[in-house]
Nanobody
Framework: QVQLVESGGGLVQAGGSLRLSCAAS????????MGWFRQAPGKEREFVAA????????YYADSVKGRFTISRDNAQNTVYLQMNSLKPEDTAVYYC???????????????????WGQGTQVTVSS
């Protein structure tokens, strides 16, 4: 079991920045690929970014590429999502998730991730 707790959400104006954190406990954090997803009201949960367990590979949705950066600190059991140049359409609940898959590939599919946090709200005002 892996327990995940997100933090860092809030209200920000368009063009601003936020950094989300996801603290993990339980089984060895460094053994998991980690992902960030988001869900806006009335919409399906969508992929935002993922990072390999080693930190050596990242993967982004086209909608956030160049604005968001995912990173991890395996010593601190934490994964981060730095969000810059925020837009109103980035408003959503943001979730982190853990994927125990091995190998070099990273998934954007929700069903590939076994563990999920409770989410943190990000609201971007225009």
């Amino acid at each position: 079991q892996v327990q995940l707790v997100e933090s860092g959400g809030g209200l920000v104006q368009a063009g601003g920045s936020l950094r989300l954190s996801c603290a993990a406990s339980g089984r060895t954090f460094s053994g998991y690929h980690m992902g960030w997803f988001r869900q806006a009201p009335g919409k399906e949960r969508e992929f935002v970014a993922a990072i390999h367990w080693s930190g050596g590979k990242t993967y982004y949705a086209d909608s956030v590429k160049g604005r968001f950066t995912i990173s991890r600190d395996n010593a601190q059991n934490t994964v981060y999502l730095q969000m810059n140049s925020l837009k109103p359409e980035d408003t959503a609940v943001y979730y982190c998730a853990a994927d125990s898959s091995t190998g070099w590939g990273l998934s954007s599919e929700t069903h590939e991730y076994e563990y999920w946090g409770q989410g943190t709200q990000v609201t971007v005002s225009s």
